[in-house]
């Protein structure tokens, strides 16, 4: 079965930093999903890859999706205090897939 | 448009009841699952549902049942709760059961500890 790693588990950055955070699958990825959840709360949509070579972009956060498929990079760039939350990416395992499997997530924070 | 609800949003439950945990959405989609979330774990698929009346496991489905009678409702329910089921749990919905190219909506979560 497909398997999801996150790098790393938790980050600690000073406000203002850059950060990257990284999802590798163990097998290719068809559909990357990238969701954020603020301590205590529900997910939040981020992003979705599905190519390979895809880059998207929203505010300050950008996510790419390698060229092989098996690995997707979340940048953040002059990191702010509402970045801060857990990270997660989801995938399908094939093409047409119904379920998605979920990386185990990355704790963010931001220190001002 | 109130998108994914979930009730309660806390409950406590003692070792042997049975509750069921509420999710409806309002955006008319085919596909409903729900997930748990435990630390360190992720999130790990319980059962899903690509339309009413139709029903599958995911990962995690012992000790839950699920039926979709109607598309907007999913309804979660432990028959007899165990400490292990101590978890956050999420319902996601998406537009298309035909894969894993839609977006999938997360409803707000419902914490739930069983003493």
């Known amino acids: 079965s497909q398997e999801l790693e996150q790098s790393p588990q938790s980050l600690i950055v000073q406000e203002g930093k850059n950060l990257t955070i990284n999802c590798t699958s163990s097998k290719t990825l068809y559909g990357l999903y990238w969701y954020k959840q603020k301590y205590g709360e529900g997910l939040i949509f981020l992003m979705m890859l599905q190519k390979g070579g895809e880059e998207k972009s929203h505010e300050k956060i950008t996510a790419k999706l390698d060229e092989k498929k098996q690995q997707s990079s979340l940048h953040i760039t002059a990191s702010q205090p509402s970045h801060a939350g857990i990270y997660l990416c989801?995938?399908?395992?094939?093409?047409?897939?119904?379920?998605?499997?979920f990386g185990q997530g990355t704790r963010l924070t931001i220190n001002p | 448009n109130a998108g994914v609800t979930q009730t309660p949003k806390f409950q406590v439950l003692k070792t042997g009841q049975s509750m069921t945990l509420q999710c409806a959405q309002d955006?008319?989609?085919?596909?409903m699952s729900w997930y748990r979330q435990d630390p360190g774990m992720g999130l790990r698929l319980i059962h899903y549902?690509?339309?009413?009346?139709?029903?599958d496991q995911g990962e995690v489905p012992n000790g839950y049942n699920v039926s979709r009678s109607t598309t907007e409702d999913f309804p979660l329910r432990l028959l007899s709760a165990a400490p292990s089921q101590t978890s956050v749990y999420f319902c996601?919905?998406?537009?298309?059961?035909?894969?894993?190219?839609?977006?999938?909506?997360f409803g707000p979560g419902t914490r739930l500890t069983v003493l």
């Open positions: 996601a919905t998406r537009r298309s059961s035909g894969g894993a190219a839609d977006t999938q909506y």
């Open positions: 955006m008319n989609h085919e596909y």
């Open positions: 989801g995938a399908a395992a094939r093409q047409g897939a119904q379920k998605l499997v």
């Open positions: 549902s690509v339309g009413a009346g139709i029903t």
